[in-house]
């Protein structure tokens, strides 16, 4: 029994890319580590090719911290991830067809506004430009070939919603990460704004050197 659950889990290593980084997205951390545990190095090797540089570094710390596996834990774990891949199939998002001897996906170049410096300076009409293009990507190619996209944008709050996608976070959790970083920029902005006032203010008030310093340091930071 043990043995062909890991078997049949190890047949995922055969599945396209797409289908792969789909499944995914379904899958929690926990139940990948585990099943992961003792799994085939191809079929390791399939699911770190799908994932982004920072998920792979997390989930092959949480493999490192697990020790010692129990094997009936592990192949629960894979019995929870072939359950997701069965409703996959069923569903019609993916095939179960298999592939043989596919590499990682192909690094997809960024959109082309995305190559531009200063993507944090982008006016409305370039965001809306900018998004256009991702989705006809992340449609094209799906939702990891927008990793070359994060690592080149400077905008705080898109770089990080771009690698919670990349990653496969669910999107309520995506939702409220981005939230509390738009609120954080928001404090950031009002506060550098508040000094700018107070700085101009004391410099009309013919305020001396120290003086501006004493006020600037009594800021809250």
């Known amino acids: 029994m043990n043995g062909a659950v890991l078997q049949e889990f190890n047949e995922l290593s055969r599945l396209p890319n797409r289908a792969t980084q789909k499944l995914l997205r379904e899958l929690n951390a926990d139940d990948l580590a585990l099943a992961l545990t003792g799994a085939d190095e191809t079929t390791c090797a399939k699911f770190f090719a799908n994932m982004s540089a920072r998920a792979v570094a997390m989930l092959t710390e949480q493999i490192r911290s697990l020790g010692e596996v129990n094997r009936e834990k592990a192949d629960a774990a894979r019995g929870t991830i072939l359950s997701a891949y069965r409703k996959l199939v069923q569903a019609g998002e993916i095939s179960p067809s298999h592939v043989a001897g596919e590499g990682g996906?192909?690094?997809?170049?960024?959109?082309?506004i995305v190559r531009e410096p200063r993507t944090h300076q982008l006016r409305l009409d370039q965001l809306r430009t900018l998004f256009e293009e991702m989705a006809d990507k992340a449609h094209k190619h799906g939702l990891f070939s927008l990793e070359s996209d994060a690592e080149?944008?400077?905008?705080?709050?898109?770089?990080?919603?771009l690698e919670l996608i990349v990653d496969g976070t669910d999107p309520r959790i995506v939702e409220s990460a981005l939230h509390d970083l738009l609120e954080e920029q928001l404090r950031m902005t009002r506060n550098r704004y508040e000094?700018?006032?107070?700085?101009?203010?004391?410099v009309q008030n013919g305020d001396t050197p120290d003086e501006v310093r004493a006020r600037m340091d009594a800021r809250p930071s």
């Open 152 to 161: 080149m944008i400077d905008d705080p709050v898109i770089k990080r919603g």
């Open 105 to 112: 996906p192909t690094r997809i170049d960024p959109v082309p």
């Open 195 to 202: 000094t700018v006032i107070e700085g101009v203010l004391a």
